[in-house]
């Protein structure tokens, strides 16, 4: 990656932490600053985002505001992907339960919605991926795409391939749609179009199964067909795919090191306090004594 990429990164993890108190107000701020960025820099600006935003930060805590903002964040990278394409595409900012992207282009409609994972979390639920939320999402639109980071994803054996395919949702890596991104700007929206199409298609025909080979062979194939004269784009993003890995994994180990020196040089006291935080036994606490038996056995 270019020292540009790196700096663009570093820059979005701290902005992201910028809280103002108002998830709806930090939203909207956070899509407008981004799309002001992508048109100012272009394409490259676009594929930063998408090699390394299905790295959820190290220091986020979990559950924290961060956190949520940076979902959100990683939705307006997927939005933003899928208007290179051509696509009109918009992010879903309510909370109620409904997909977080929503895009048509010139013949076909979509819901989409986008995941990013801690290097440090090692188990994933199936739930995780939404597949048959989904699916119910998508009302009457036509496909359904879900887009992960592709070494966070099961590489042998899962139920999430079977359900995608037997529910027509289509499992997307980021590396996938960066590729899209890069034949858009090479020969043009209306062909990037059709190639996304010919991948979320793939998924319908494919035999049901839980082999991550399987499906992605399938998915891979149908890629490259797409490209046609353009496979090299799918060989250089590997490679590039390859390059972001390594500097996310980087960040990820800078954080947590530091961490660890920071806990190992508190005093017995601090330690203790620093337990009972992370435990958020003083949060919960709070929650047990609040608790009222209200007024419902009132005659």
């Keep these: 990656m270019t020292p540009e990429a790196r700096t663009r ?15 709806g107000d930090d939203s909207a701020k956070m899509i407008e600053e981004l799309r002001v960025e992508l048109q100012k820099d272009g394409i490259e600006a676009i594929l930063d985002h998408l090699r390394v935003c299905g790295a959820m930060p190290e220091q986020y805590r979990h559950d924290s505001s961060e956190e949520k903002l940076y979902s959100k ?5 997927i939005s933003e992907s899928l208007s290179a394409l051509g696509l009109r595409s918009v992010v879903i900012t309510e909370r109620a339960d409904n997909a977080d992207v929503q895009a048509r282009a010139r013949e076909y409609s979509l819901v989409a919605d986008a995941k990013a994972f801690r290097l440090s979390r090692t188990a994933k639920n199936q739930k995780d991926f939404k597949i048959q939320a989904m699916d119910g999402w998508r009302h009457d639109l036509d496909y359904a795409v879900v887009v992960c980071p592709i070494y966070q994803l099961p590489s042998r054996t899962s139920q999430i391939y079977q359900q995608s395919i037997v529910r027509n949702v289509c499992i997307l890596s980021y590396s996938h749609l960066a590729v899209l991104v890069r034949l858009a700007a090479l020969k043009g929206t209306k062909v990037a179009e059709n190639a996304l199409q010919e991948v979320l298609k793939s998924v319908s025909i494919l035999h049901p199964s839980k082999s991550a080979v399987d499906y992605w062979t399938g998915i891979n194939r149908s890629l490259v067909e797409s490209l ?13 795919s390859l390059e972001a890995l390594g500097v996310v994994k980087e960040e990820s180990l800078r954080y947590l090191c530091l961490e660890r020196d920071r806990l190992l040089n508190l005093s017995h006291e601090e330690a203790l306090n620093e337990l ?6 003083d949060s919960r606490i709070a929650k047990v004594e609040g608790v009222k038996l209200g007024d419902l056995l009132g005659v």
């Design 9 to 23: 990164r570093k820059y979005w993890v701290a902005e992201l932490s910028r809280l103002s108190g108002s998830f």
């Design 73 to 77: 964040y990683t939705d307006a990278v």
């Design 228 to 240: 046609g004269c353009a496979s090299n784009l799918w060989t250089a993003e590997k490679t590039a």
């Design 276 to 281: 009972i935080r992370l435990a958020g036994l």
